[in-house]
């Protein structure tokens, strides 16, 4: 079992910054891929970003692409998304995911809000 825990969200003005990460309590074959995905009130899961623990293997959905880097501490089981150039439609819930390989994820984390003002 994998236990995720995200934290760094927070209200931010157009423009602005913010970092999230999730610290996994192990990394295993079941948890090789993690992952960002977000909810804005009454639409969808929305994917974000995935990584793999070697770094390797990273991918963005277009709506983030040059402005969100996902980045991954493997001495610390901790995954990082750094965003930048914040826009309002980027308010959502941010769910980190883990799971044995890109798009297959079993793990999920509690979420944290990230509120963008205009």
């Known amino acids: 079992q994998v236990q995720l825990v995200e934290s760094g969200g927070g209200l931010v003005q157009a423009g602005g910054s913010l970092r999230l990460s999730c610290a996994a309590t192990?990394?295993?074959?079941?948890?090789?891929?993690m992952a960002w995905f977000r909810q804005a009130p009454g639409k969808g899961r929305e994917s974000v970003a995935g990584i793999t623990w070697s770094g390797r293997d990273t991918y963005y959905a277009d709506s983030v692409k040059g402005r969100f880097t996902i980045s991954a501490d493997n001495a610390k089981n901790t995954v990082y998304l750094q965003m930048n150039s914040l826009k309002p439609e980027d308010t959502a819930v941010y769910y980190c995911?883990?799971?044995?390989?890109?798009?297959?994820?079993?793990?999920w984390g509690q979420g944290t809000q990230v509120t963008v003002s205009s």
């Open positions: 995911a883990a799971g044995p390989k890109t798009s297959q994820y079993y793990y």
């Open positions: 192990r990394r295993t074959a079941s948890s090789a891929a």
